[in-house]
C-alpha cells in the first residue's frame, strides 16, 4: 500500500503561483509513476501531468504546459506541481496519484492510488 497526502493549495489571483505537494509514504520501492489530477465542480476529473518515479521522465496536458512544471524528490518521496500564471480556469481540486505498473499514463483508471485533494481556487 501505498498513501499519498497533498498539500499547498489555497486563493491566488489571477496570474499568480502555487506550488502543490504530494508526500508517499508506504511502499514507495513500488511505484512506477506519479501524476497530478484536478477536477473542477460539475465536470470530470482531467489530467495536468505525470513524471515517472525512477528516471524523472514528465508529460504535461497541453493546457499546462509552459506554466506548470511537475517535479519529485526521489529520497524524500514526494511529488510538487509548481503552478505559474494561474488562470481562473486553473481552479479546481487537485489529486495527487500513484501508479505501480508502467506505462506513464494520462488515464486516472491506471493510478492505484490518490491522495485526498487540495483544493485551488485562482481568483479573477
Known amino acids: 500500500q501505498v498513501q499519498l497526502v497533498e498539500s499547498g493549495g489555497g486563493l491566488v489571483q489571477a496570474g499568480g503561483s502555487l506550488r502543490l505537494s504530494c508526500a508517499a509514504s508506504g511502499r514507495t520501492s513500488s511505484l512506477w509513476s506519479m501524476g497530478w489530477f484536478r477536477q473542477a465542480p460539475g465536470k470530470e476529473r482531467e489530467f495536468v501531468a505525470t513524471i515517472t518515479w525512477n528516471i524523472g521522465n514528465t508529460y504535461s496536458a497541453d493546457s499546462v504546459k509552459g506554466r506548470f512544471t511537475i517535479s519529485r524528490n526521489y529520497p524524500k518521496n514526494t511529488m510538487d506541481l509548481q503552478m505559474n500564471s494561474l488562470k481562473p480556469e486553473d481552479t479546481a481540486v487537485y489529486y495527487c496519484?500513484?501508479?505501480?505498473?508502467?506505462?506513464?499514463?494520462?488515464?486516472?483508471?491506471?493510478?492505484?492510488?490518490w491522495g485526498q485533494g487540495t483544493q485551488v481556487t485562482v481568483s479573477s
Open positions: 496519484a500513484a501508479s505501480i505498473t508502467p506505462p506513464m499514463s494520462t488515464l486516472g483508471e491506471q493510478y492505484n492510488y
